[in-house]
């Protein structure tokens, strides 16, 4: 059975650098591109950052410098390194797969966070 399961996430300071996990099982993990994406209150689900097969990555315009993902195949996990979090970052993170060859595409079940203090 195939799952995503993000972590890390909570109420965080401005400022503040947590990081996210997600594990993966059931995929076939270096078959997928891997994203984040963020849901905030009221808003639009937008794309955070991706990261394909081969390691490349991009980045939304207003993470860029502070957000950094990356994968460990080994351990077939995502990871979304957020440092100087605004409290506009503020959201629903979750983590998508998709596969290089179209098929299914999986979603994880969200991890809130929130920047306040």
């Known amino acids: 059975q195939e799952q995503l399961v993000e972590s890390g996430g909570g109420l965080v300071q401005p400022g503040g650098s947590p990081r996210l996990s997600c594990a993966t099982s059931?995929?076939?993990?270096?078959?997928?591109?891997m994203f984040w994406y963020r849901q905030a209150p009221g808003k639009q689900r937008e794309l955070v950052a991706y990261m394909s097969t081969y390691g490349s990555t991009k980045y939304v315009d207003s993470v860029k410098g502070r957000f950094t993902i990356s994968r460990d195949g080994a351990k077939n996990t995502l990871y979304l390194q957020m440092n100087s979090l605004k409290p506009e970052d503020t959201a629903v993170y979750y983590c998508?797969?998709?596969?290089?060859?179209?098929?299914?595409?999986?979603w994880g079940q969200g991890t809130q966070v929130t920047v306040s203090s």
């Open positions: 059931g995929i076939t993990f270096g078959s997928y591109n």
């Open positions: 998508n797969a998709a596969p290089v060859v179209p098929g299914k595409v999986y």
